[in-house]
């Protein structure tokens, strides 16, 4: 499933083709995703002018005045630009033909992304309304997450990748991050230190940070708005390395099941 570095690299690949221009059709080809394309979003979207492109957490949302399409990804689903669009395929689901002749395509074998329109006070949509802090924003910190996770004793991979605890991040870059701390993903939440929490932070910036400068991480279907496969995945620490020696001290990682992932570690680095 593309995660935040995946999603923020669509975002910067396709703002600057999309911001300023209108729409002046939308064609869709198949409104089965996983929230159907809503009816009428071909008659709401026409002429409506790209103010600009936000994300929060893994959405997208193309902000036109109040309204926006609020865009989801899915698990395999792409947004690509193309100047002289070659003709569908099948998965492209919807296309948004700009002004100038642009088009936007949402791809998506599983169909499990959406594609919706939201009329007015976007942020208070019910798939947004009850989301945390984004990873950099300044009230995400070693004090907010303390405070936050004092009662969980659940692991602390699996609070990082709680939604209401901070957006975005996804089973990748929750295995990295927390390998860059040296805490241990089952570690319960409440049992890391604020010194700990303070660095786990930083190391999560960091590792988003760098995979967002590499075009994020493509594993299967994902590519960018270019069609541009990303490389971050040549980086890992631990992710998807079972059995393989750990870069800093050799130990084999190890792979265990936290809340139904895969969650991998490094027995040495990541002692307590």
Known sequence: MPELPEVETT??????????????????????????????????????????VDRRSKYLLLRSGASALLVHLGMTGSLRIWRDPPPRRAHDHVDIVFDDGTTLRYRDPRRFGAMLWVAADVEAHPLLAFLGPEPFDAAFDAGYLGKTLRTRSS?????????????GVGNIYANEALFRAGIRPALAANQVSGPRLARLVTQLREVLTEAIAKGGSTLRDYVGSDGAAGYFQLEYFVYGRAGEPCHLCGTAIRATRLGGRSSFHCPSCQRR
């Open 11 to 52: 975002r910067r690949g396709i703002a600057p083709h999309v911001t300023g221009r209108s729409v002046r059709r939308v064609d869709v080809y198949d409104r089965r995703l996983r929230w159907p394309v809503p009816p009428d979003l071909e008659l709401r979207m026409r002429g409506a002018t790209i103010d600009r």
């Open 155 to 167: 692991a602390i991979k699996l609070a990082l990748m709680d939604n209401h605890v901070v957006t």
